[in-house]
């Protein structure tokens, strides 16, 4: 747990690049912080018939599990283009990119450069400067949805969870895996109700059949 508290601390920002509004963390930085803190830190692209993407009505899903102190984190991403548009046919160019990205992504899972991903400045046991008395108004998770116009972003996400289910091996993964995605679910939920109600019967039928944990 002490190890995961440090990660959580490291400041990541002379190591972000910005595009179109998103941050990027350096993947070769951040596998590196990886190994320093757990020699022994590994990890795993899924492969689908043989090709390391998931093929879905032409555009790509990736899938990357990062492995540190013995926990296995699981990841997804989209195979996007420079405006985060999924891209129909990627090349090997662009399935590489993701790939690393994905990476970085469940890196952040185990604690590298987490705080990023929700939107903060720095992390959360660092001293932060003053905040200023006039509070910026947050936004509601309906001006976020409304904000968000892709909806075959949406609906990708909504699959993608449905066919994480048929290579899930234990409850316990299916659950980590829902922790891990909650604020696509919450968008899911709030502009596609009928595919997220779809997604949590999958899910519920899986929790029943699955095994508690791996090897039982």
Request: proline residues 4%.
């Amino acid at each position: 747990m002490d190890k995961i508290l440090e990660l959580l601390k490291l400041n990541v920002k002379d190591h972000t690049e910005k595009k179109n509004g998103l941050s990027y963390l350096s993947w070769a930085w951040a596998w590196t912080e990886a190994l320093k803190a757990d020699s022994n830190a590994s990890f795993e692209v899924t492969l689908f018939n043989g090709v390391p993407f998931m093929d879905i009505n032409g555009t790509g899903m990736v899938w990357v599990t990062v492995t540190m102190f013995g926990k296995p984190m699981t990841c997804f991403l989209p195979i996007m283009d420079h405006r985060n548009k999924p891209i129909q046919k990627p090349d090997a160019f662009q399935v590489n990119t993701s790939l690393m990205r994905c990476m970085t992504k469940a890196l952040a899972l185990h604690g590298i450069g987490l705080y990023i991903y929700a939107g903060e400045d720095l992390p959360e046991q660092e001293d932060a400067p003053a905040k200023s008395e006039v509070k910026t108004p947050v936004k509601t998770l309906e001006a976020k949805v409304r904000d968000d116009k892709d909806d075959a972003n949406i609906a990708l996400f909504g699959q993608s969870m449905i066919d994480f289910v048929g290579i899930c091996k234990s409850g316990q993964d299916l659950m980590s895996y829902w922790k891990a995605n909650q604020e696509q679910i919450e968008r899911l939920q709030a502009n596609n109700a009928a595919l997220y109600e779809k997604v949590v019967h999958v899910f519920k039928t899986a929790r029943a059949d699955l095994p508690a944990t791996k090897g039982e």
